[in-house]
């Protein structure tokens, strides 16, 4: 893929080169010149003690005037997403998962990774401008921490945290951080996204800490000592809004290669958006078309379908299954424990239940046109064979808008309200959620979700297995380690379940097959004939 780039592209690294290699001779040094304009050590309202987020907000606010009216403006600040396929409320303030289930009740602790500052409750104000936390997209320090339980604050004065472990976290010096601000790295994106769901790849699977500076076969366009692309490279930004949507994606993208830079509506994440439709160079000999024939494939298949083979290759295990049911138990002691496998990973906790995680897995795949539909809160659920879809991909193979693509399935066991027949709220994190936990009572923890939710509950619940869909788009590999031709086109190949198509290796019938080896005994038993006739002939003749 690497050799695949457009002219565009091509000429644009050349033209860098160039002006660096001019900067390093002007210069007359070998260090790399900075990129940047401005030291923002040297700037008067940076020079002071801060003694909270907010006052460092400010600080920037004095000269990036309209940063924060950005902000507020975009899904990463309202945690809001209004699907325009279905009308669908979307966002973390709304959506139920099978992993930590819900933001909603448990705001202190999940909002560490909002991008504000004092997200507790439902009464944060949205409209306040010093809220915004400029820091944890911009920081290049690697030392600015917001823990989770303070409402996305970082540590203000040396605390115990978690409350009775005994470990003092210092607190951050917001000085030094505000004086090195600079761009968004994989570092500071990572921060929030490689941990989504709790843990180091837990939610995703194609992205984790191994993504902070991976090698080329774990993603071609990562690669620390290659093209090292940071997240905003293909996420380019324009006025805080960040394009590429998990909630509403764009599955075939027939737009076609488009210059970086130029103002755009099209979603600018796609693989097509640099490497066009028809990807792969094409050499025509007597014996070969293979480039052709795999741009064929591209009119069905994703390109993430063949370039990522698995996913959780770069060290850290993702979590396939959490189920919630078997939570609660307690040591012969009667204190919460938790299990670990051989690696050193938890498999229970009596606080959250049963996980089993994964490496290197095989995706599974499904035809997908880029529409979610999500089961809400206030949705009846759907049980269909003894499991509820949290979300469902929508897609065939003949509206003209899908595509094959590679999904992790993430599968859970959860509780929901058995009269009602609604997915429900826990409330099962915070300071205050530690007496659940000593005396489990779901019941309670629910109760106290639903009312923080302002939903209804009939108090009486069950549990039900659940799944949920993740588009799999990072941890590209090398064009030598994409998938072979085999791994598809066999009898159990990697798409034996995909319907829709016909595909050479896999789709067969004996009926078909034995007329087409009796036509081919015929065939060969005419040609046999007629060769005999004519060495008698011939001999005749002679």
């Given at each position: 893929?690497?050799?695949?780039?457009?002219?565009?592209h091509?000429?644009?690294?050349?033209?860098?080169?160039?002006?660096?290699?001019?900067?390093?001779?002007?210069?007359?040094?070998?260090?790399?010149?900075?990129?940047?304009?401005?030291?923002h050590?040297?700037?008067?309202?940076?020079?002071?003690?801060?003694?909270?987020?907010?006052?460092?907000?400010?600080?920037?606010?004095?000269?990036?005037t309209?940063?924060?009216?950005?902000?507020?403006?975009?899904?990463?600040?309202?945690?809001?997403?209004?699907?325009?396929?279905?009308?669908?409320?979307?966002?973390k303030?709304?959506?139920?998962?099978?992993?930590?289930?819900?933001?909603?009740?448990?705001?202190?602790?999940?909002n560490?990774?909002?991008?504000?500052?004092?997200?507790?409750?439902?009464?944060?104000?949205?409209?306040?401008?010093?809220?915004?936390?400029?820091?944890?997209?911009?920081d290049?320090t690697?030392?600015?921490?917001?823990?989770?339980?303070?409402?996305?604050?970082?540590?203000?004065?040396?605390?115990?945290?978690?409350?009775?472990?005994?470990?003092?976290?210092?607190?951050?010096?917001?000085?030094?951080?505000?004086?090195?601000?600079g761009?968004?790295?994989?570092?500071?994106?990572?921060?929030?996204?490689?941990?989504?769901?709790?843990?180091?790849?837990?939610?995703?699977?194609?992205?984790?800490?191994?993504?902070?500076?991976?090698?080329?076969?774990?993603?071609?366009?990562?690669?620390?000592?290659g093209?090292?692309?940071?997240?905003?490279?293909c996420?380019?930004?324009?006025?805080?809004?960040?394009?590429g949507?998990?909630?509403?994606?764009?599955?075939?993208?027939?737009?076609?290669?488009?210059?970086?830079?130029?103002?755009?509506?099209?979603?600018?994440?796609?693989?097509?958006?640099?490497?066009?439709?028809?990807?792969?160079?094409?050499?025509v000999?007597?014996?070969?078309?293979?480039?052709?024939?795999?741009?064929?494939?591209?009119?069905?298949?994703?390109?993430?379908?063949?370039?990522?083979?698995?996913?959780?290759?770069?060290?850290?295990a993702?979590?396939?299954?959490?189920?919630w049911?078997?939570?609660?138990?307690l040591?012969?002691?009667?204190?919460?424990?938790?299990?670990?496998?051989?690696?050193?990973?938890?498999?229970?906790?009596?606080?959250?239940?049963?996980?089993?995680?994964g490496?290197?897995?095989?995706?599974?795949y499904?035809?997908?046109?880029?529409?979610?539909?999500?089961?809400?809160?206030?949705?009846?659920?759907?049980?269909?064979?003894?499991?509820a879809?949290?979300?469902?991909?929508?897609?065939?193979?003949?509206?003209?808008?899908?595509?094959?693509?590679?999904?992790?399935?993430?599968?859970?066991?959860?509780?929901?309200?058995?009269v009602?027949?609604?997915?429900?709220?826990?409330?099962?994190?915070g300071?205050?959620?530690?007496?659940?936990?000593?005396?489990?009572?779901?019941?309670?923890?629910?109760?106290?979700?639903?009312?923080?939710?302002?939903?209804?509950?009939?108090?009486?619940?069950?549990?039900?297995?659940?799944?949920?869909?993740?588009p799999?788009?990072?941890?590209v590999?090398?064009?030598?380690?994409?998938?072979?031709?085999?791994?598809c086109?066999?009898?159990n190949?990697?798409?034996?379940?995909?319907?829709?198509?016909?595909?050479?290796?896999?789709?067969?019938?004996?009926?078909?097959?034995?007329?087409?080896?009796?036509?081919?005994?015929?065939?060969?038993?005419?040609?046999?004939?007629?060769?005999?006739?004519?060495?008698?002939?011939?001999?005749?003749?002679?």
């Amino acid at each position: 893929m690497k050799k695949q780039r457009t002219h565009w592209h091509s000429a644009a690294i050349f033209i860098g080169w160039l002006v660096s290699f001019g900067t390093l001779i002007s210069s007359g040094t070998a260090a790399a010149a900075s990129a940047s304009t401005a030291d923002h050590s040297k700037f008067k309202e940076l020079q002071q003690a801060f003694k909270s987020g907010p006052e460092v907000t400010k600080a920037c606010l004095k000269c990036h005037t309209e940063a924060a009216k950005q902000i507020h403006k975009t899904t990463h600040w309202t945690w809001e997403y209004r699907n325009p396929a279905n009308g669908q409320l979307l966002g973390k303030k709304h959506l139920i998962n099978n992993f930590c289930i819900s933001e909603m009740s448990n705001e202190a602790f999940c909002n560490a990774c909002h991008i504000g500052y004092g997200w507790k409750d439902d009464t944060f104000d949205f409209t306040k401008q010093e809220n915004v936390d400029c820091l944890v997209c911009h920081d290049t320090t690697g030392g600015y921490k917001k823990p989770t339980g303070l409402a996305g604050h970082p540590v203000y004065k040396a605390m115990e945290l978690p409350p009775g472990s005994g470990k003092i976290v210092q607190p951050v010096d917001l000085k030094k951080v505000a004086q090195a601000i600079g761009k968004s790295s994989r570092d500071t994106c990572g921060a929030c996204h490689f941990y989504g769901g709790g843990g180091d790849g837990v939610k995703h699977g194609d992205m984790d800490s191994s993504l902070s500076a991976p090698e080329r076969k774990l993603d071609v366009h990562m690669d620390a000592t290659g093209s090292d692309f940071p997240c905003a490279t293909c996420h380019m930004t324009t006025g805080h809004q960040v394009p590429g949507s998990r909630y509403a994606p764009t599955a075939k993208d027939k737009g076609g290669p488009r210059l970086r830079g130029k103002t755009d509506t099209r979603n600018l994440t796609t693989c097509e958006a640099c490497h066009g439709e028809r990807p792969h160079p094409v050499k025509v000999t007597w014996l070969n078309n293979h480039g052709d024939k795999l741009n064929d494939h591209a009119s069905k298949i994703a390109c993430q379908t063949c370039h990522i083979p698995s996913f959780a290759r770069g060290g850290v295990a993702t979590k396939l299954s959490w189920d919630w049911s078997t939570a609660g138990k307690l040591s012969p002691e009667g204190k919460p424990f938790q299990k670990k496998d051989e690696k050193g990973r938890v498999i229970y906790d009596s606080k959250k239940g049963d996980f089993t995680f994964g490496e290197f897995v095989v995706p599974e795949y499904a035809w997908f046109n880029g529409r979610v539909k999500y089961t809400l809160l206030t949705d009846k659920l759907e049980i269909n064979n003894g499991v509820a879809h949290i979300n469902s991909f929508e897609g065939s193979p003949d509206d003209g808008k899908s595509m094959i693509w590679p999904v992790k399935v993430f599968r859970g066991s959860q509780p929901y309200d058995a009269v009602n027949m609604t997915l429900v709220v826990p409330h099962t994190t915070g300071m205050d959620a530690t007496s659940y936990w000593k005396n489990f009572n779901w019941e309670k923890a629910i109760a106290t979700g639903m009312a923080s939710a302002h939903a209804p509950f009939s108090g009486k619940i069950a549990f039900v297995k659940t799944e949920m869909y993740w588009p799999i788009a990072h941890m590209v590999a090398p064009k030598e380690d994409a998938l072979s031709c085999q791994q598809c086109h066999s009898a159990n190949g990697r798409l034996k379940n995909i319907k829709g198509v016909y595909m050479p290796g896999r789709d067969a019938s004996k009926l078909l097959d034995m007329a087409g080896w009796i036509i081919a005994l015929l065939a060969l038993i005419g040609v046999l004939i007629h060769g005999g006739l004519r060495i008698i002939s011939s001999n005749k003749k002679g």
